[in-house]
T-cell receptor
Framework: SAVISQKPSRDICQRGTSLTIQCQVDSQVTMMFWYRQQPGQSLTLIATANQGSEATYESGFVIDKFPISRPNLTFSTLTVSNMSPEDSSIYLC?????????????FGPGTRLTVL | AQTVTQSQPEMSVQEAETVTLSCTYDTSESDYYLFWYKQPPSRQMILVIRQEAYKQQNATENRFSVNFQKAAKSFSLKISDSQLGDAAMYFCAYRSGGGGADGLTFGKGTHLIIQP
């Protein structure tokens, strides 16, 4: 298994500002993903964080709004830029161990973001 | 694109009884994986059970088992001997085959209430 930590665990931000969320894993992982969970909703995949190259974004998410970095195999950041109240959500980091079809995805504890 | 549907926003069961949570999905792929995740109030996503589409045998994990009907694209979760600690949101999720490179597509979730 993998132990995943996220910082900050929660934050309250003002409209128009940006917040960077960190995801740290205690072991090297194959894949890292970022999800958004809006209040009372399910999880939606934002992007796949690729090590050493640009992230792969899902439909409806763009790099200018959600820039992502992944400098190595254990760490990634997600920035929520120019925030609005609609960005209030829980943001979760997820990792995959192994590169085979039997891999399992683990999730971090999430970062609860409130935008005023 | 794949879709996952959970038609039960909320389910309630007496402690020690059995409950079944429903999930259907839509895909044109033949190689894929299905998951049930549990999200307690702590919001930590916990993998409950996983099913590979190529396997005919239903997955089981202690008190948790699935009824996987590939032709019907149905993937229900049965929880036996329900315990108070089972109370949580339960999400059904889909992932394309081919290793861990793809993120998960989640259903909207079912809120499970355990009555003592």
């Amino acid at each position: 298994s993998a132990v995943i930590s996220q910082k900050p665990s929660r934050d309250i931000c003002q409209r128009g500002t940006s917040l960077t969320i960190q995801c740290q894993v205690d072991s090297q992982v194959t894949m890292m993903f970022w999800y958004r969970q809006q209040p009372g909703q399910s999880l939606t995949l934002i992007a796949t964080a690729n090590q050493g190259s640009e992230a792969t974004y899902e439909s409806g998410f763009v790099i200018d709004k959600f820039p992502i970095s992944r400098p190595n195999l254990t760490f990634s950041t997600l920035t929520v830029s120019n925030m609005s109240p609609e960005d209030s959500s829980i943001y979760l980091c997820s990792v995959t161990l192994g590169a085979t079809s039997t891999d399992t995805k683990y999730f971090g504890p999430g970062t609860r973001l409130t935008v005023l | 694109a794949q879709t996952v549907t959970q038609s039960q926003p909320e389910m309630s069961v007496q402690e020690a009884e059995t409950v079944t949570l429903s999930c259907t999905y839509d895909t044109s792929e033949s190689d894929y994986y299905l998951f049930w995740y549990k999200q307690p109030p702590s919001r930590q996503m916990i993998l409950v059970i996983r099913q590979e589409a190529y396997k005919q045998q239903n997955a089981t994990e202690n008190r948790f088992s699935v009824n996987f009907q590939k032709a019907a694209k149905s993937f229900s979760l049965k929880i036996s001997d329900s315990q108070l600690g089972d109370a949580a949101m339960y999400f059904c999720a889909y992932r394309s085959g081919g290793g861990g490179a793809d993120g998960l597509t989640f259903g909207k979730g079912t809120h499970l209430i355990i009555q003592p």
